[in-house]
């Protein structure tokens, strides 16, 4: 089996793929209490909006999942996310994802890799499906 040529004469693809968790990541632990959950609105209210500007200004298109609870409570998330072009995959009603977002030092990572990504030659920069759809044609 050979490998799918990539648009462009891209030597490789890569997608940029975000979990929009918010608050499930603290619900799904039973934490109720609303300085706790204020962590998880941090991913929709302030997170959601630097990515979203990050990926604009380097013309890159991303794939975000998220939960139906976030999707359900935070609906103009995922309007944004669509309205910027960007793919939105469902996954389960809550996530039991045990890292807390919202550092500081990851938006200085996200930065940096995309910065990484834009400058690396012959990479197609793509959302999850279009590289899937892509591949299936190839190898079709």
């Keep these: 089996m050979t490998a799918p040529r990539w648009p ?3 030597r490789a693809a890569c997608a940029f ?5 918010a608050e499930t990541l603290w619900l799904a632990r039973g934490v109720t209490e609303p300085v ?5 609105t941090f991913g929709p209210a302030e997170a959601l909006p630097r990515i979203l500007e990050l990926l604009h200004q380097a013309e890159i298109p991303a794939s975000f999942f998220v939960p139906a609870w976030v999707a359900e409570h935070h609906p103009d998330a995922v309007k944004a996310i669509v309205a910027a072009g960007h793919e939105v995959g469902g996954v389960t009603t809550f996530t039991f994802h045990p890292q807390i977002i919202g550092r500081p ?4 990572c996200l930065r940096e890799l995309i910065e990484h990504a834009r400058r690396t030659p012959k990479l197609w920069l793509a959302r999850l499906d279009a590289i899937a759809g892509h591949a299936r044609a190839a190898l079709a």
């Design 17 to 21: 793929t975000f979990d929009l968790d």
């Design 105 to 108: 030092s990851r938006f200085a």
């Design 36 to 40: 706790a959950l204020s962590q998880g």
């Design 8 to 10: 462009h004469g891209a």
